[in-house]
């Protein structure tokens, strides 16, 4: 599976921004895709899930902020985020598993290239 995400860059404190993530190659199994987050000398962090069922899960930070959302028959996922806060600043990085909860990234079967995230305040 090759995860290719599009989106990031600068945004003002308050400003949303719309990532978004394809899978493509072997596709058939993925059971759940998302983001996850990382900073300098922290673990990544979940910031949002989406299952083939469309259950949806977020970080706590999140706090209604974000909105993951899917198409299926295109195996992609977008991440709509609003109330942006400098302390979204990160590298997301999308993800996609195959018939395991994807609550751990030492789990996660598929990674995708990061994309800076920078709140400006």
């Known amino acids: 599976v090759q995860l290719q995400a599009y989106g990031g860059g600068l945004v003002q404190t308050g400003g949303s921004l719309r990532l978004s993530c394809a899978a493509s190659g072997s596709r058939f199994g993925i059971t759940s895709m998302g983001w996850y987050r990382q900073t300098p000398g922290k673990e990544r962090e979940l910031v949002a899930m989406?299952?083939?069922?469309?259950?949806?899960n977020y970080g706590d930070f999140v706090k209604g902020r974000f909105t993951i959302s899917g198409d299926n028959s295109k195996s992609t996922v977008y991440l709509q985020m609003d109330s942006m806060a400098p302390e979204d600043t990160a590298v997301y990085y999308c993800f996609a598993n195959k018939g395991r909860a994807a609550f751990n990234y030492a789990t996660i079967d598929y990674w995708g290239q990061g994309t800076q995230v920078t709140v400006s305040s």
């Open positions: 989406l299952s083939v069922g469309g259950t949806s």
